[in-house]
């Protein structure tokens, strides 16, 4: 801990600022736990920026816990679609049916309750109760841990182990004995606006009294960044199957990329096309003859950087005996507006109807 800090102090000057410089964000204003819950699980691993249409979509079509447990998963999976990390759609509806099934629709305000719920740790649920209800409950997301790292002047590794408990346990310390969440909301408008990742504006910050970094001049070294991973080169091949006017696709199993949601029949490309029909037909359970090529695509994906090929196929009948490691359908093109596609999919859909 900084040495002899003035909590109450450092509490005024934060709520202070904030209170000129607070973010203008769709969920904000609430205490419904619910909305609040939403907006938390979209903005994890994803911005601001990127959640806030996607927010203001997702609790016009599902308003309270009620409707968004009577939807289906590819109804939400449709409503998540290019927000990412599409676990987070799968936990979030699953946590809706339990709230509903054990808890009469009603969000639980118990600490310990909330925890147990698909896809929430402790982070989500401090930020939850302490917004919703006021409950003394500290947080620490990327924001936070960064702000905290930097007035401690805590160099390594943050993200687990004894630096992350004494940045936990800071974070209770510095808490009000009232308007807590207002205070945690602060904390992270602190860390996205000032205090943060590069180039931090420490000539703006309210509490740079308290920084044991700036008083060192390891702001630019805390907290250590974390080692780049050189990406891999994969290159993948997807088809578009027409016949009768519907279009085969496959949809992705549970704990798999894209889990839950459809795409085009897709497979790794190593340059030999023999292998890649034969893989193509045990995805699809179809033989498969691949034709012209439509578009290429590049996108990353967790350690991949992939070149993605998408060309026309025909299927020549159904391969009898294979075990299909997918669920596949066929859609009709009106369809497919109202199908959950995976990112590359919708972009591949897209450009297809333009072109055809």
Sequence with gaps: MPLGMNYSLFRKKVIDWYAWNARTLPWRG????????????????????????????????????????????????????????????AQLHFAARKIVDNHDGEFPLDVATVRNLPGIGRYTAGAILSIATDQRLPILEANTLRLHARLLAIKGDTSCGEANRTLWDFAEKILPKTGCGRFNQALMDLGNLVCTSKEPHCAQCPVIKFCESAKRGLQASIPSPKPKKRAEERTEVAVMIRKKGKILLVKYPPDVRWAGLWDFPRCEYNDDNLSLQRRLSEITGREIIIGKKIETLKHSVTRFRITLRFHEAKELGKVPGVALPYETKWAAEHEMEHIPLNSTARKLWKHWCKTK
């Design 30 to 89: 609430t205490a419904d736990p619910y909305r609040i819950w939403v907006s938390e699980i979209m903005l994890q691993q994803t911005t601001t920026q990127t959640v806030s249409g996607y927010f203001d979509r997702f609790v016009e079509r599902f308003p309270t816990v009620l409707e968004l447990a009577a939807a289906s998963l590819d109804e939400v999976n449709r409503l998540w679609e290019g927000l990412g990390y599409y676990r987070r759609a």
